[in-house]
């Protein structure tokens, strides 16, 4: 009898569509899996392409943003050249949580649209470039926007100041457009 060894699957093989190569994959989700309780239980997990709870204030703050809202600050921070990191995002759910720098989030307390969450509150992620409950990752530099000399875009997050200016930026916008609609 012979025996074997399992090798390790890539978490975006089998069931979705992969987004980033192999490689790049391997280290964005080894990176990303530092956030949850037991990074070697959300490999494994990620693994059979299922969602696990990653917890902020590990390595990141979180904001969950209105979805509209998220795409029109998204869109305002690419064109004012400002970085913008990884976020997931949901459809169905109409939001997008966005990474932060670790004690930053409270910058955008009180934003219309905006919800900050608590260090310990458990995102719900599927593994980096796969599609899982209608939930995916939009990664810098690898389908997302900006990249990094480094070769790690991933790890560059959004700074909470440019994300807040955003947020006001669409906020304004919104308010010109309704007034002009009522003249």
Known sequence: MTETTAVPQDPTSGGGRPRLGHTATSAVTDWMSQAARSPSAAL????LGEQVPLHT???WDLVEVDLELARGAMTELTEASEHVGPHLVSGMERAAWVLLPLGTSYRLAGLKGVLVHAAGWPLLAPPPGRYVGDRTWV???HGGHGGDEEGE???RLTPADALREAVHHVHGQRRRGK???YR
Request: positive net charge; glycine residues 12%; hydrophobic residues 45%.
């Open 153 to 155: 875009p991933w790890k």
């Open 44 to 47: 494994a997990t990620w693994r």
């Open 57 to 59: 204030g590990r390595v």
């Open 139 to 141: 990664l810098p530099g």
């Open 179 to 181: 007034a002009a609609r």
